[in-house]
């Protein structure tokens, strides 16, 4: 486990290397199941790398290897995945205009090298969440006068943004996040007066389901192995308790064998 950036985000990838040197630990003896429960509850609620750390520091890995390490290089993109939403072309729509009113691009469009919009006492929304793109880099143009825009982005795609604000403003959150190898960045320039530009990443509605659907196996799965884990231990705790009482049983039947044996010698004399 790397300590060189604590405050970066663990992976669900990340968090189950850890939890499988734990189960290890746990089948070799080094835990006990009491130990194994609250580190595997505290793996799966680490949300850095510095949670993470400290779990397995004092855990060797099965063979005497060192503990799992974590790389924070991002492998290349691979094919099919932003290479084949970098389309070229002129793009679907290059402007976007609400007076009093509102507008929407989202959904399936191509996103040209230069989108321009503008909103006057109404509402623009820029989706790019499921676009694609004319270029490795695109600019949207944003002209808000006592109204608002809203640009949304997907994960892994790089934000600049280069507004001026007068009265309004822009926002400023999804700046600086680096982007996936082979993603589009997106430049959000423009000018708001009393006004507001807002600019914020999410996943699209069927990424947010699987992933959903991804942690509800893994905690059904997690809570099938912990019954395992149960169980195995109350059948080895029966097997003692078993083994306890026929040494008993066992022990009861050399004595009274004993004492008949001395009544009969009794007799005999």
Same mark, same amino acid.
């Given at each position: 486990m790397t300590d060189d950036a604590p405050e970066l985000r663990a992976s669900d990838a990340d968090r189950e290397r850890v939890a499988e040197v734990l189960r290890d630990a746990l089948a070799e003896g080094r835990l006990d199941m009491a130990e194994f429960e609250e580190r595997l509850e505290a793996t799966y609620q680490a949300r850095t790398y510095g949670e993470l750390a400290p779990i397995t520091r004092d855990l060797p890995v099965a063979g005497g290897a060192p503990a799992p390490s974590i790389s924070l290089v991002k492998e290349p993109a691979e094919n099919g995945s932003w290479a084949e939403r970098i389309v070229g072309g002129e793009g679907t729509s290059t402007? *976007? $205009?609400?007076v009093m009113s509102g507008f929407q691009r989202k959904g399936r469009w191509t996103v040209p090298k230069r989108f321009t919009c503008f909103a006057f006492w109404?509402?623009?929304?820029?989706?790019l969440r499921e676009a694609n793109f004319a270029d490795r880099e695109v600019e949207i143009n944003c002209i808000a006068i006592m109204g608002g825009l809203n640009v949304t982005v997907p994960p892994g795609v790089e934000v600049v943004v280069?507004?001026?604000g007068i009265m309004g403003g822009f926002d400023q959150r999804e700046e600086?996040?680096?982007g996936d190898p082979g993603a589009p960045r997106v430049i959000v320039s423009g000018f708001a007066f009393?006004?507001?530009? *807002? $600019?914020?990443?999410?996943?699209?509605?069927?990424?947010?389901?699987?992933?959903?659907?991804?942690?509800r196996k893994g905690k059904l799965e997690r809570k099938a192995a912990m019954r395992d884990l149960h169980s195995s231990f109350r059948e080895d705790v029966e097997e003692a308790h078993r083994r306890m009482i026929e040494g008993h049983q066992d022990l009861m039947d050399d004595l009274r064998e004993q004492r008949r044996e001395k009544r009969e010698r009794r007799?005999?004399?």
């Amino acid at each position: 486990m790397t300590d060189d950036a604590p405050e970066l985000r663990a992976s669900d990838a990340d968090r189950e290397r850890v939890a499988e040197v734990l189960r290890d630990a746990l089948a070799e003896g080094r835990l006990d199941m009491a130990e194994f429960e609250e580190r595997l509850e505290a793996t799966y609620q680490a949300r850095t790398y510095g949670e993470l750390a400290p779990i397995t520091r004092d855990l060797p890995v099965a063979g005497g290897a060192p503990a799992p390490s974590i790389s924070l290089v991002k492998e290349p993109a691979e094919n099919g995945s932003w290479a084949e939403r970098i389309v070229g072309g002129e793009g679907t729509s290059t402007w *976007g $205009v609400a007076v009093m009113s509102g507008f929407q691009r989202k959904g399936r469009w191509t996103v040209p090298k230069r989108f321009t919009c503008f909103a006057f006492w109404g509402g623009g929304e820029i989706d790019l969440r499921e676009a694609n793109f004319a270029d490795r880099e695109v600019e949207i143009n944003c002209i808000a006068i006592m109204g608002g825009l809203n640009v949304t982005v997907p994960p892994g795609v790089e934000v600049v943004v280069r507004g001026i604000g007068i009265m309004g403003g822009f926002d400023q959150r999804e700046e600086g996040v680096p982007g996936d190898p082979g993603a589009p960045r997106v430049i959000v320039s423009g000018f708001a007066f009393w006004g507001g530009v *807002g $600019v914020e990443r999410k996943l699209t509605r069927a990424e947010r389901k699987r992933l959903k659907e991804e942690r509800r196996k893994g905690k059904l799965e997690r809570k099938a192995a912990m019954r395992d884990l149960h169980s195995s231990f109350r059948e080895d705790v029966e097997e003692a308790h078993r083994r306890m009482i026929e040494g008993h049983q066992d022990l009861m039947d050399d004595l009274r064998e004993q004492r008949r044996e001395k009544r009969e010698r009794r007799r005999e004399e």
